[in-house]
């Protein structure tokens, strides 16, 4: 991305963009696994800290081998179970094979019994091992972000210092940034979705009683973290997201079962974990805001919000009831720790457990936009 006069203030040291990475990761004790540790273990830490990826350190030759996230588990399970699944199944399983390294196919594919961690490093090669410099700007990072990474490991005289992730990310714009932000930034963040291209028909959907595997199949297949739930009405219902994959290295017979069954049995371990209700879906409506979905985004901890309607609505779409002006919004803190005050959107922003699916915004939308 080019740091040019059409951006306002992008040249000024106050400017978010110009923040170098390690001032977000100071202080961050940072996670990690020895690549020699299992896979139920490394599992096990992602749970614990509720992180979605780890990196993993050899301490022989004291150097980080990679990063284990769970998309890796993801393509590890569906190598794993391919065989034993018929028809689109093993199609998956076949496309997955061909894209992993000829050490960790084989193996799998000759039963051996392979626990170590290390086997599943950028399995997936969907978050690979990225590592950024302390100096490196935001501008930099969120570059890379923009292509779909969701995090980079800021290192150090070869020691990982922290871990910097789109959430992070995006929680220090949107809590220190409000000061600092050029016209056209502000400008961005007032844009309804759909004027925004993020209101579209692609959105890839499973139902409640689909396998677990058939959901990691399209988890794989089509590089995204995030499936609606939806039910025989297309309303949606629930959403799976490759955090919850994690559960199945715990839980290996919830592989076995539904998508509902795995969402179900993930929510009720985080509940107890943390003593907290967790919302089954969380979504806004295409009239709503950047701004609003952002708010949404941090509010929730979220990696990503549906955008949903009415049936009604999309048989109307287009009209002018539709497409209404955002109407003046007041305003209110989102939190204690918060430094931006945010709005209190009109009623029709926000979405409804009743309502069909239609988009989604994602953290990585959210950068991309901005860095555009």
Not at 253 to 280: I, N, P, W, Y
């Amino acid at each position: 991305m080019s740091l040019d006069s059409s951006h306002p203030g992008l040249g000024a040291a106050t400017h978010w963009l110009d923040t170098p990475a390690k001032n977000l990761v100071e202080s961050q004790k940072v996670i990690q696994v020895n690549s020699t540790s299992t896979i139920e273990h490394a599992c096990d830490v992602l749970i614990k800290h509720n992180i979605q990826s780890v990196p993993l350190y050899d301490p022989q030759t004291k150097t980080y081998v990679g990063m284990f996230d769970l998309h890796d588990l993801a393509t590890y399970i569906l190598l794993k179970r391919g065989d034993q699944d018929d028809s689109a199944l093993q199609l998956q399983a076949a496309a997955a094979r061909s894209s992993n390294s000829g050490l960790a196919r084989d193996a799998i594919m000759m039963g051996k019994r392979s626990d170590s961690v290390s086997l599943l490093s950028d399995m997936s090669h969907m978050n690979p091992f990225y590592s950024v410099l302390p100096e490196t700007t935001l501008a930099q990072v969120v570059a890379v972000f923009a292509r779909g990474t969701h995090r980079v490991a800021v290192m150090e005289d070869d020691t990982v210092c922290g871990i910097l992730s789109q959430t992070r990310v995006i929680r220090y714009f949107f809590e220190h940034c409000s000061e600092t932000l050029s016209a056209k930034e502000s400008r961005l963040l007032d844009t309804p979705l759909r004027q925004l291209g993020l209101v579209t028909n692609d959105v890839v959907k499973v139902k409640p009683q689909s396998p677990v595997l058939q959901a990691l199949a399209l988890l794989e297949r089509w590089r995204i973290s995030s499936l609606a739930i939806v039910d025989e009405e297309d309303r949606i219902v629930g959403n799976l997201s490759v955090a919850d994959v994690k559960y199945l290295a715990k839980e290996r017979k919830l592989a076995s079962g539904t998508c509902m069954e795995l969402v179900q049995a993930a929510r009720f371990v985080q509940g107890m974990r943390d003593g907290r209700d967790r919302a089954a879906v969380f979504s806004v409506r295409p009239e709503a805001t950047l701004r609003y979905a952002l708010t949404k985004l941090i509010a929730t901890g979220a990696h990503r919000v549906w955008v949903t309607e009415p049936r009604h609505t999309e048989e109307r779409r287009g009209s002018v009831a539709v497409d209404m002006p955002p109407m003046p919004a007041r305003r209110a803190s989102v939190s204690s720790t918060s430094m931006q005050t945010v709005p209190i959107a009109p009623s029709h922003y926000a979405g409804s457990f009743n309502d069909m699916v239609c988009g989604v915004v994602s953290l990585t939308d959210v950068l991309r936009l901005l860095v555009d």
